[in-house]
């Protein structure tokens, strides 16, 4: 198992109260697997991602749980060793490129200066390696483009650039927080088909994280469902798309205005918002927008039951699941 | 045939962005270059197409926030680029606006109710003591609670906003309303609500809707009809059905195919562009998608194809046809 993060919880105190952002999650992830994690604004699937890469900011603080890397809890390690495993064994790309690239240096500052950080090389084997990790990721004539600026690249080449900074180290777990979300379809299109290949040449794993179950479907292996904070579903892709169980994901594949639907009956909706997370309703938090809300939702909060390995948050799955075992 | 309520003909919007010692430009970003359609009443035109195709320009230059270089738009027989300044801004009040970014476009210093309440008052509409109830009756045609109207738009969520900006649209009585990407900044199952709620107003109040997005997915919901853009120009155009079953140019055909589809069984070829949209400064000569597409032929590179009716009503600019 290359990463296991065992009942994370993440809160944020604010003046008003605290807010448990990731309550209480487990997962894992294997070598040379894409995990996605979907949910809307709010789900706390960013809020994982920085829990891991250790990049939370006040007032955040992960409160409970253990983030195991290779068995070594991560939240335990020391600020230098967590140093030389961030960046070189685990290493993130953003949504907005242009935010974070620096705008005044050239891009093979930038990334040379990862390499030079993590690896004891000479200045000329940086460049050389820079200008090949550009080549692989796709910008054509690197060897010119490695000394524009951020700001002369487009958006797709400025996703692939910070894709090129993130693999120099060779990372075994790569966490992409909505890779494609700023770009345009038919650049998505190639940034995903990039993450693909990269992933089989490099043999890492990928934690996707998004809130586009059309780019889950298409690139992921394994998906987990976030809701408030909490996994409401989680299974291999296929039993996800084919058997989503939880009312959540079924409205939320419901309510994507699909290519092949040939009527115009008015969209499937999910009713209300996502409720304050100051103010969360008693039981299971989707049970106010919830279709087949019972009494019970209302007041107790369901648990994760697993049957085949697909997991669902949810009382109606929980009678006909006896057999199945309680995580 | 039903009637015709605003028509674009050769429409351009050229941004100089630079210009030598005697003020000749030298530099020339062809935003929107020679783009014709019609949208007839109670009709809602789908027009779709990556960054920097000039579909928001085209919005823009309808409701007047930019003026066109040259071409006309013509709504209800008038000619609007050759109006004067005070006569075209009596026409803002059937053409109104949905921005992108409900953040954005929201006065965080004005209540809600302020929000909706000025455009009528600037436009003098109704007598004041009417306005209140005015606002109250819009707040509920958005699914929003009259209690919310002292409220200031941070206290609102992205979907409630969206709706307060509908609700200021609305609230002119507009005939056209262009909506520029008015569910993308949204989470998937709020852009459902306000993907119906757009198609219910419709019917309630006999709008129209120039409706501009990125995603043919969302556009193939709402529209009739849909357009598709690319640098500046329209290259395909048809019924909404014709589009989405018989795509014929080679964009249009990649656009559809680049959408991730959530159903993993319908894993289908994807067609992948290289290389990525030139800058709209200094065009190539020829097609302008010629340096992305998979189907070139000879002389693609030379000459720019003109947008021709190959079945009726379905036009495409591509020399393939």
Redesign the interface.
Known sequence: MLLEVKNLKTEFKLKKGVVNAVDDISFSLDKGKILAIVGESGSGKSVTSLSIMGLLQDPGRVAEGEILFKGKDLLKMSKAEKRSVRGNQISMIFQEPMTSLNPVYRIKDQIMESIMTHMKVSKKEALKRTIEMLEIVGIPSAEKRAYDYPHQMSGGMRQRVMIAMALIGNPELLIADEPTTALDVTIQAQILDLLYHMREKFNMAVMLITHDLGVVSEAADHVIVMYCGKIVEEADVRSLFENPLHPYTLGLLRSIPRLEDENDEPLYMIKGMVPNPLNMPAGCPFSDRCDSCMDRCRKEMPQLVEKDGHKVRCFLYEDERQGGKRT | MSEVLVEVKNLKKYFTLDHDFFGRPTSVLKATDDVSFSINKGETLGLVG??GCGKTTIGKMLVNLYEPTEGQIIFEGTDLTKLSEAKRRAYSKDIQLIFQDPYASLNPRMTVGDIIAEPIRINNLLPKEKIESRVTYLLNCVGLANHQRNRYPHEF????RQRVGIARALAVQPKLIVCDEPVSAL???????V??LL??LKEEFGLTYLFIA?????V??ISDRVGVMYLGKLVEMAPKKEL?SNPMHPYTQ??????????????KQ?I??????PSPINLPEGCRFCSRCFKKIEGCDRDEPGLKEVSPGHFVACKLY
């Open positions: 990556e960054s969520s992205g979907g409630q989470d998937v199952s709020i852009q459902a609500q993907l119906n198609d219910e990125h995603g043919l997915n969302v193939k919901h989405y990649a656009l559809l195919s680049a959408i991730p589809s959530v159903d993993p069984n319908t894993k994807r992948i562009l290289s290389g990525d949209v």
